[in-house]
């Protein structure tokens, strides 16, 4: 009984070193994270629960994903040289892992309510070199908000609107026109921008637009395929920018 | 004290004896004296063969030893010894007699005044020193510094701005051609301000039988001076960059010292650096960055200790050509990825360094930036080394060596070869052994050793730390403060190496390594000299980092890629480059001037015509033409400086009527204090310089015995002379001695 004891003993130290082992030979091994990485902003805000009810029973922040983002990923893959993660990350502007994923996306920014901990993530976010897509809202009081929310954390700058001889829509693609016709609602869509004191763009704003409506349903005839290829083109455009300013 | 003891023991000088042959005025035969020596032996045996008292054995014998030494001692004076040696007739030669006259002779460091003084009081009419040599020899005086002048009043003034020693002996030897010159009597520190071969010299003076006799002055080690001994840092610069002067200060029992930096007549710093007790040199270093473009003139100072032996050798002036220049960099990226564009973008606020990139977006679509003309690059990596070296930097990124055709590859490794051009390769999944370079010629290339196997896709995060030479280096100076660098470095966060290389190649200098909690250190920054350029390699992929996971005022990102870039094209030449020998002349000092002229694939152009324009402060411009000379391969002239100030030159080079190019520089004629340098008495120097020609090296205390010890020497105008040795009181004292040690030990052992 007692030489089992010893054997069993001895065999059980045996396995937790060669576990320990294991995990020491390893623990400075990591995952791929230099790969492109979709981030996708999360906030709350009072408006949020009853948006829930609109896009699919997501809260406003989550419209179109995953599909949306995927989608976007698998063409970036496809049409570039860049390796990108199919898979985006979710994050708050106040969470600091949000600086390993300097390219992020931002939707329905009318129902955004922002507190000072993110409007200063956001801050911090932009300025270190990060780049913002904000898509998917439309209305007066959504790009108020919006506004409102950019004053609080860049009071020395202002969204200005871009035209088509901005960099961003010639990097990759040459896009000819900014006249697009929205996946829905009634309003004209506008890109506005906001850039640093170097010039360069840290945010894309698709003002009375939803790009990513275009890619979400991409591989479903729902949506016609020439506004959908333009959708593409922007977004891959706005990739490349990203990289590249 | 020994040499007196000497003298009165022996009788003579040990001069006498080192010079003189001994030998035996008896006239009796080596045999004779064997058998008589042996016979003496034979004697004093018997003397102590029947002692009434029987004796043991030992003491018989030490008897026997004091009595034979005693008898062969007594037989040795019988035999009349003599020393047989050569000695001048008076008033029948010369003697050259050569005084510093240099401004180091004012130095007051002799026991009663300065080392002029020591002369002059040596040589003066009433001294024992002068009307002894004045007996024996006909005097020449002579005065020196840079050169020898016949001074027969010998009135000096210590003002000579350099000293040429061979030149002086040389003077006086070309003076005494045809007439009997016994000796040269040099009286000097031996601080010598010129660079010269002393063995022609030598040579010359043994075969002429011409012996120096050197009166060293001056102390060989100063207690109360600092010295600024070198100031090294870059004569020319990209605007924008920081200088790290290099600076030897020299002191003995200084403990701190307060260093200040001027830029024309502005302080720019000033720093309390402690000299750790019993170093003579202290190597320190000193950062300051030039305010603007154009020729600067800088000045270091050593403020002077309260009563400090020399004040002029506390500062030393350099001139740096700061280049209002825009090398370009071209960076071949093969993926749009974070490092790309966060690279990028800590060149915004560069104002020099321009980076031209290109990027491979997709397959056969690249993407242009930074380029001068809508056409550059258009088609691609340059095809030709002319197009290629327009550059002075290479970066390639995550690019794999398939991306280049062979000539190309071959393009590169000429880039850095000839071109003296910077590279650099950057981690990525296409860099390094992952990008398939292990046989191309990048491979020799790079400051590491790569696979031939792509590695394994094994990532490891690892915390950036400096090195001991990457505490020292100008790449990864993110602080001027020593503690704080290394805390801004400690403080970055952890990036991503995919490849940990199987070697650094010798030579090559680890800047910055890897480090995690588990294996070895890897090398992160890597740099190497590669032909007339610099290679290194940054095995990490997503410095990107170290922007985006700082806040952002921090500089640590920009600064750091800022500061590779500049180093990356600091120093790679243009097709016409001009430098001079030094940057601060004195007074009458000759400029070499040399300028190196290249083709556009930098092929060194021998057919150019080069000039170079000097315009000096008051406005004048002279013109020397430089001529190609095979040594080093290179176009030089001489030029003599005339007048205190900044100098500027150009160089322009033409060929064909085309010009090739131009290059600036600067120097400064003024007071550089040569003398004052170094100033200490070369004793080791001026004993070796005595002895190597059959002279002899004194002191100023010593001096006195010169004119006695001049006087032996074998020439045309000496005499051979007898000296008698049987009288010497050492003769008497060994007698008596074995007499007494004979007859104590007769006594002790009770015999008669």
């Known amino acids: ?245 | 004290m020994m040499d007196r003891w000497f003298e009165f023991l022996f009788k003579y000088q040990p001069i006498v004896f080192r010079r003189g042959e001994i030998a035996f005025a008896s006239g009796l035969s080596t045999e004779w004296i064997v058998l008589l020596l042996v016979g003496l032996l034979i004697l004093a045996f018997l003397s102590y063969s029947r002692t009434g008292t029987p004796l043991p054995t030992r003491t018989k014998f030490g008897l026997i030893a004091l009595r034979t030494g005693l008898l062969w001692m007594l037989f040795v004076c019988l035999l009349q010894p003599v020393i047989r040696l050569s000695v001048v007739i008076p008033q029948r030669s010369f003697v050259a007699l050569l005084a510093d006259d240099s401004q180091s002779m004012s130095i007051a460091d002799e026991a009663d005044g300065r080392r002029i003084d020591v002369v002059q009081r040596l040589l003066s009419a009433s001294s024992a020193f002068h009307q002894r040599l004045n007996e024996k020899f006909k005097l020449r005086l002579y005065a020196f510094s840079r050169k020898a002048r016949r001074d027969p009043t010998l009135s000096l003034t210590a003002s000579g701005e350099g000293t040429d020693l061979a030149a002086a002996i040389e003077t006086a030897l070309d003076d005494f051609r045809g007439l009997p010159l016994s000796a040269i009597v040099l009286m000097s520190d031996g601080a010598n301000t010129v660079n010269a071969d002393f063995l022609p010299l030598i040579n010359t003076l043994k075969a002429r039988r011409v012996p120096l006799y050197i009166v060293g002055l001056g102390r060989a080690h100063f207690d109360r001076d600092i010295e600024l001994a070198k100031v090294d840092l870059p004569r020319s610069i990209l605007q924008g960059s920081t200088i790290r002067a290099s600076l030897t200060i020299k002191s003995d029992r200084v403990r701190r010292a307060r260093v200040l930096v001027q830029e024309g007549e502005r302080t720019i710093r000033s720093r309390m650096v402690e000299l750790p007790h019993g170093h003579q040199v202290q190597p320190i270093t000193i950062d300051f960055t030039p305010a603007g473009a154009g020729l600067k003139r800088y000045t270091f100072v050593v403020e002077p200790l309260p009563d400090e032996l020399i004040d002029e050798n506390n500062r030393r002036e350099a001139m740096v050509m700061v280049r209002d220049a825009h090398p370009r960099i071209l960076y071949v990226e093969g993926e749009p990825r974070w490092e790309y564009g966060k690279l990028r973008a800590a060149l915004n606020e560069e104002k020099n360094v321009t980076l031209t990139s290109l990027l491979r977006t997709a397959k056969n679509k690249y993407y242009r930036q930074g380029v001068e003309t809508p056409d550059e690059l258009a088609d691609g990596f340059p095809q030709t080394k002319e197009d290629l070296f327009r550059f002075k930097g290479l970066i390639l990124g995550s690019v794999e060596a398939t991306f280049f055709s062979f000539e190309q590859l071959k393009n590169i490794e000429a880039f850095v070869a000839e071109r003296g051009g910077g590279f650099l390769m950057l981690g990525g999944r296409r860099a390094f052994s992952a990008g398939g370079y292990a046989t191309t010629p990048i491979a020799d290339l790079l400051p590491i050793y790569l696979n031939d196997q792509a590695p394994a896709a094994a990532l490891r995060r690892v915390h950036p730390r400096l090195t001991f030479n990457g505490t020292l280096h100008a790449i990864t100076r993110l602080s001027d403060d020593a503690v704080m660098n290394a805390e801004i470095w400690n403080a970055l966060p952890a990036v991503t190496v995919r490849e940990v290389p199987s070697g650094v190649k010798p030579g090559a200098i680890i800047l910055l390594e890897g480090r995690s909690d588990h294996g070895p250190p890897v090398p992160l920054l890597v740099y190497q000299r590669y032909g007339r350029g610099r290679s290194l390699a940054f095995m990490a992929e997503d410095s990107w980092r170290w922007q985006m996971q700082r806040p952002f005022e921090d500089q640590s990102h920009e600064r750091f890629w800022k500061q590779l870039l500049r180093y990356l094209v600091n120093e790679a030449p243009d097709p016409v480059m001009v430098t001079t020998d030094r940057d601060a002349y004195d007074l009458g000092d000759v400029v070499r001037i040399r300028a190196d002229v290249y083709s556009r694939a930098f092929h060194p152009l021998r057919d150019a015509t080069v000039t170079a324009r000097i315009s000096a402060p008051n406005g004048r411009r002279d013109i020397v033409q430089l001529e190609w000379t095979p040594e080093g391969g290179g176009y030089v002239g001489e030029w003599t400086s005339r007048e205190r100030g900044i100098h500027r030159l150009e160089v322009t080079a033409q060929r064909q009527g085309d010009i090739i190019g131009r290059a600036h520089a600067g120097f400064i004629v003024g007071d550089v204090h040569r003398e004052f340098r170094d100033a200490e008495q070369h004793v080791d120097f001026l004993r070796r310089l005595a002895e190597e020609t059959g002279g002899r090296y004194y002191t100023s205390e010593t001096a006195h015995r010169l004119p006695e010890e001049i006087v032996y020497q074998e020439n045309a105008a000496s005499m051979r002379i007898t000296k008698e040795l049987w009288d010497m009181p050492i003769n008497f004292l060994v007698l008596i001695g074995l007499a007494s040690l004979e007859w104590l030990l007769r006594k002790r052992h009770r015999l008669p």
């Open chain 1, 1 to 245: 009984m007692g030489r089992e004891r010893t054997i069993i003993t001895s065999m059980g130290a045996m396995v937790l070193l060669f576990i320990m082992g294991t995990a020491r030979g390893q623990s400075d091994r990591v995952d791929d994270t230099t790969r492109f990485t979709f981030a996708r902003i999360k906030y709350s805000g009072p408006l949020v629960g009853r948006a829930t009810l609109f896009g699919q029973g997501l809260p406003p922040w989550a419209h179109d994903y995953p599909r949306g983002g995927r989608h976007l990923m698998k063409i970036v893959t496809e049409l570039t040289s860049i390796e990108a993660d199919p898979d985006e990350v979710i994050l708050t502007f106040d969470d600091p892992r949000l600086f390993d994923y300097p390219f992020a996306y931002l939707c329905e920014v009318g129902f955004m309510q922002l507190s000072d901990a993110e409007i200063k993530g956001l801050r911090e976010y932009l300025l270190r070199g990060g780049f913002l897509i904000v898509d998917d809202f439309r209305g007066r009081w959504a790009l108020d908000n919006l506004r409102e929310h950019l004053h609080r954390a860049f009071p020395e700058y202002e969204l200005e609107e871009l035209d088509i001889s901005h960099p961003i829509f010639n990097c990759f693609f040459n896009i000819e026109t900014l006249d697009v016709v929205p996946p829905y609602g009634g309003g004209i869509p506008k890109f506005y921008g906001l850039s640093d004191a170097h010039g360069r763009l840290m945010m894309v704003v698709n003002y009375n637009n939803d790009i990513s409506e275009y890619w979400e349903w991409s591989d479903d005839p729902f949506l016609p395929i020439e506004e959908t290829n333009q959708a593409y083109k922007f977004g891959v455009n706005y990739i490349i920018y990203a990289l590249t300013h």
